[in-house]
Structure formats: structure tokens, C-alpha cells
């Protein structure tokens, strides 16, 4: 039984495996069921080996997952239309995000790929236990995802660019000020006193919070809701990240 991670050293360098970093992609390779490639993803940069499923559902398209259970990488390769599809969604606190993005984006592109087609599936629940969608928290709290900084670019599925209709109702939303907002509940009435003094609206306070940390930003933003807000994560939430490579 093969072992879904190595550490790659003088040992086990002589497994048989594929180093996207200085070597072309091998169609051969992939003929088999398993296949270990060659990482560097955690905050550390050490090497690993990887081991992933690989399976042919069309002559024209490859999947490639990670077998290892905390590492959720999966990358769908269409050779025909030279694009690649991932639904990556957060790595484990050991490994970067951006490392991920740039691993993932080195093998498509290394496969033939000429985009990178992305859905970020990831949910946060509130205490209400209504689902957020993390990509929407990410725009709310710094108007940008980490992987736009990255180069990816929101569509729609007719293959229209989302950013110049998004930006403008989030800023919309960061300039609402604390007055405009008619809410009596506790909460609210606790996060206004504390943040009214030192952030002009209850959008830029948000700032002081960690979107993977904060119950009580989950509890404020339910309080927000209103048309623009749930606008704004709708087309969030059925975007598609293109990243051209």
C-alpha cells in the first residue's frame, strides 16, 4: 500500500514520480491509476511527495485528486478545450493558500492548460445557521479574494466580467453610514458603541475581525442584510474565477 505522503529527500527521490518543477508534463506517466508529484506547500518549503487517484471519465479529460485526507486538491484537465477546473476550496492550516493556487496553476499549465477555471465552494454558518459564503466574506472584509489578487477575474456562466458590477456595491455598501442603518437589537447596539467612535460605518469596523474567527460578525452581517447586500452575494456565490496562465 502506497503511503499518500512523503517527505521527498535521498531515500525516496528514487520513487517514481513527476517534478512539475523541472521536468514536462509525461502523458505516460498518468496511464497508471496513482501517481506521486512533487510539492512545496507549506509555510516552511519543504518538499513532498504527494500521491493523487488519476482517472480518464472522457478521452479528452483527466482528474487528478489528492488521496491524502487533510490536503483537498482536486484538477480536472480538459485537453480539448486546454483549460483546467478546480473546486479548491481552503487548504489545512499547515499549507499556504497561495502555494496551493500557484501549485495547482503550474500543473495546469504544465498539462496544456491555457486557463484556469475556478469554483470556491466554501461555506461558513452563521448563528442563525444560514451558509455564507467565505469568497463573500473575503469581498466584504478586504474587497478583493486572496486568489484575485492572484490574477483571477469573476464571471458569470455567459462569460461576463463580474468586478466592474461588484466593486461598486460593495464600496456602496463600505460608505452606508451607522445612522442610515435602523436596527434595535442588542448585538448591533453592543458593535455600534464600540466601533461608531472609531470607523465611520459598520462596514469598515468589520476590519477589526478575522473572517475564519468571528461569531459576532456573522451575528451583525444577518443584521445588515438588505437588497444590495444580497446582491452583492449572490453573484459572488455563482462566479466562476478565471485565471488565464
Not at 492550516?93 to 497561495?98: K, P
Not at 462569460?159 to 436596527?183: A, G, T, V
Not at 468589520?206 to 453573484?235: A, G, Q, T
Request: charged share 25%; net charge negative.
Amino acid at each position: 500500500m502506497k503511503l499518500d505522503l512523503l517527505h521527498y529527500n535521498e531515500y525516496t527521490q528514487s520513487i517514481k514520480h513527476w517534478n512539475p518543477y523541472i521536468q514536462e508534463y509525461d502523458p505516460i506517466l498518468f496511464n497508471d491509476s496513482e501517481v506521486y508529484i512533487l510539492c512545496n506547500m507549506d509555510s516552511d518549503n519543504s518538499e513532498y511527495l504527494l500521491l493523487f487517484s488519476i482517472e480518464r471519465p472522457r478521452q479528452d479529460i483527466i482528474t487528478i485528486k489528492s488521496i491524502h485526507p487533510y490536503i483537498a486538491i482536486y484538477i480536472e484537465i480538459n485537453s480539448k478545450e486546454e483549460y483546467g477546473k478546480t473546486n479548491y476550496m481552503r487548504a489545512s492550516e499547515d499549507y499556504e493558500r497561495v502555494k496551493v493556487l500557484k501549485w495547482i496553476c503550474m500543473i495546469m499549465k504544465k498539462m496544456g492548460c491555457k486557463e484556469c477555471v475556478m469554483n470556491d465552494n466554501g461555506i461558513m454558518y452563521n448563528n442563525n445557521n444560514t451558509h455564507i459564503p467565505i469568497s463573500f466574506m473575503d469581498k466584504l472584509w478586504r474587497v478583493h479574494t486572496y486568489y484575485e489578487e492572484f490574477g483571477f477575474i469573476p464571471y458569470d456562466d455567459n462569460k461576463n466580467n463580474l468586478s466592474s458590477i461588484i466593486y461598486p456595491k460593495i464600496r456602496r455598501l463600505q460608505e452606508k453610514k451607522w445612522d442610515e442603518y435602523k436596527i434595535s437589537d442588542p448585538k448591533y447596539n453592543e458593535f455600534r458603541q464600540k466601533y461608531s467612535y472609531i470607523y465611520p460605518s459598520p462596514y469598515s469596523a468589520f476590519h477589526e475581525f478575522s473572517p475564519d474567527k468571528c461569531n459576532l460578525f456573522y451575528d451583525i452581517l444577518y443584521l445588515l442584510e438588505c437588497e444590495e447586500l444580497s446582491e452583492i452575494k449572490r453573484l459572488i456565490s455563482r462566479s466562476v474565477w478565471v485565471k488565464v496562465l
